[in-house]
Nanobody, 114 residues
Framework: VQLQASGGGLVQAGGSLRLSCAAS????????MGWYRQYPGKQRELVAQ???????TYGNSVKGRFTCSRDNAKNTVDLQMDSLKPEDTAVYFC?????????WGQGTLVTVSS
């Protein structure tokens, strides 16, 4: 599965961005997908996850501000990010889990200025 992420950029604190991740094949059979982020020199951390039945899980630092959604018809998983904070600045990676293998997108940089 190839994943292409888009939508990163520079935004002021308090603003919004929407990330989108397009898969190269149907995601209807993929149970788990979502987004991680990575700070320089640190491991990736979970931002949001969505399962095939629409159940979502969020990292504690983004709960109430970020919304993860998927569109099986378009083969996309999106991340709506609102009330952005400078500490949300990171590289964001989309992922899917298919047959116990994790596939990653290329990463998109989100920069939040104070």
């Amino acid at each position: 599965v190839q994943l292409q992420a888009s939508g990163g950029g520079l935004v002021q604190a308090g603003g919004s961005l929407r990330l989108s991740c397009a898969a190269s094949q149907s995601i209807s059979s993929i149970n788990v997908m979502g987004w991680y982020r990575q700070y320089p020199g640190k491991q990736r951390e979970l931002v949001a996850q969505i399962t095939s039945d629409g159940t979502t899980t969020y990292g504690n630092s983004v709960k109430g501000r970020f919304t993860c959604s998927r569109d099986n018809a378009k083969n996309t998983v999106d991340l709506q990010m609102d009330s952005l904070k400078p500490e949300d600045t990171a590289v964001y990676f989309c992922y899917v889990v298919r047959r116990l293998i994790i596939y990653w997108g290329q990463g998109t940089l989100v920069t939040v200025s104070s």
